[in-house]
């Protein structure tokens, strides 16, 4: 039993220094931010086990993003995942999260919780492995590896709580054509049919609440049984894990237990709205992690793309938090190259999301302070305001430094203008 005041507990009383330094960061009001954090409506991933730079997720914060990077069973390179986490953290990321299923996962967990920046990981994948195969997992060897990771100090911990009986009765009763593409929900469905019990995490909640106050680390609620393609969508599986995941959203808040919550995977474009507000209502507005939304199944290469488009409908409903999607996504393990295209892709939906999100978004200041910088054709400060400074400058610089670019040449509507105003105000 945690004898410790959790974060939240400790919102309810006053102001953390953590709540107000992340509240400074987010250019909110400290108090008004403790009452947030205490209402479950901003999370701050901070195990006290581990320091280091902090990231507050949810209402009132700029939208953030995560980049996923690991190893497989087939490809096992600890050292590219370094280099991995390292580009991740150089283009922009705000987390990570380590999804490694292959070599000595303690290790390579080691290595990434010693970078400056909150780590998840998905326990479950270790717990799997220690136990060889999903069907002999068992309840005390997975609390033991969630204990585990939290002492380790892992900040979030994606947990498919609400992959229970329930939903997998929805499943039986109403197919789907992929029935479950979560490689988390895939383990406890396995289980659950194997051995034709409760899946622990939900039937013992209780007690994973404990471990978790313990340690101070945020649960974000798994999106088990998400559509895995568009025809799947509207298919109840998933409508059952979201009241599920409402239901034990308000838990872990009444055992001052930090959540957020995931989803929803692939969805039609005109059905993201109504899915983000659904569970934001479920939960009591908890902060959301969405991998997409993928609005098409078939850019393959490009799905990248196809999740920062969903993801900037989504930002505009009331999700919080996007997880980068590499071009390899269902092709391969991402290599360097995909990490970096992926997570400024990620960081552009982000960037697009707080635009929506925010009134008169379009007035912020970088914003007018680029168009200003392309009507003087100040290429030095357009490249200063770029999201990406190298990329802007390289492919200018592709056919010689020139006044105007080599599009329009000696024809640039942009130089014309300045050249009649400028007579004009003579």
């Not at 006044?403 to 203008?417: E, F, H, W, Y």
């Amino acid at each position: 039993m945690c004898l410790m005041r959790t974060l939240i507990q400790k919102c309810v009383a006053g102001i953390p220094p953590l709540v107000e330094a992340a509240a400074r960061q987010e250019g909110q009001n400290p108090r008004d931010f403790a009452r947030a954090v205490a209402r479950g409506h901003v999370v701050i991933p901070a195990n006290p086990v581990r320091p280091h730079r902090s990231c507050a997720i949810g209402d009132g914060c700029r939208v953030k993003v995560n980049v996923n990077i690991g190893t497989s069973g087939e490809r096992c390179d600890p050292g590219l995942e370094h280099e991995k986490a390292l580009a991740a953290i150089t283009n922009g990321t705000d987390t990570l999260m380590d999804l490694s299923t292959g070599g000595n996962l303690e290790a390579i967990r080691k290595m990434i919780l010693s970078l400056d920046i909150p780590v998840g990981t998905v326990p479950v994948y270790d717990a799997v492995r220690r136990a060889g195969n999903a069907t002999n997992l068992n309840s005390d060897l997975l609390f033991n590896v969630i204990r585990e990771h939290c002492r380790q100090g892992v900040d979030f911990l994606t947990l498919h709580c609400g992959v229970n009986r329930e939903a997998l009765a929805a499943l039986r009763s109403d197919p789907r054509i992929l029935p479950v593409v979560s490689r988390g929900g895939a383990f406890h469905v396995a289980w659950m049919e194997q051995s034709g019990e409760e899946n622990p995490l939900f039937s013992e909640f209780a007690y994973l609440l404990e471990i978790l106050a313990e340690y101070e680390v945020v649960v974000s609620l798994g999106d088990g049984m998400r559509p895995g393609c568009l025809q799947d969508a509207d298919r109840h599986a998933k409508t059952v894990e979201y009241l599920n995941l409402g239901r034990l959203a308000n838990r872990a808040l009444d055992a001052g237990v930090q959540r957020m919550i995931e989803g929803p995977g692939h969805l039609p474009f005109d059905q993201i709205g109504y899915n983000v507000r659904m569970i934001k209502e479920l939960t009591n507005e908890a902060p959301l992690y969405l991998l997409g939304p993928l609005v098409t199944d078939i850019a393959t290469g490009y799905d990248h793309v196809v999740a920062a488009i969903g993801g900037v409908e989504a930002c505009m409903h009331g999700a919080d938090f996007l997880c980068m999607v590499s071009p390899s996504e269902h092709l391969a393990l991402p290599i360097v190259g995909d990490i970096i295209e992926g997570t400024r892709v990620a960081k552009i939906s982000a960037h697009i999301g707080d635009l929506v999100r925010g009134k008169d978004g379009y007035k912020m200041p970088r914003e007018r302070q680029m168009a200003d910088a392309r009507r003087r054709l100040d290429w030095k400060e357009q490249f200063a305001l770029s999201l990406f400074p190298d990329a802007a400058k390289k492919i200018h610089e592709r056919d010689g430094e020139l006044d105007t670019c080599s599009m329009c040449g000696d024809l640039c509507a942009v130089k014309m203008m300045q050249e009649i105003f400028e007579k004009t105000k003579k």
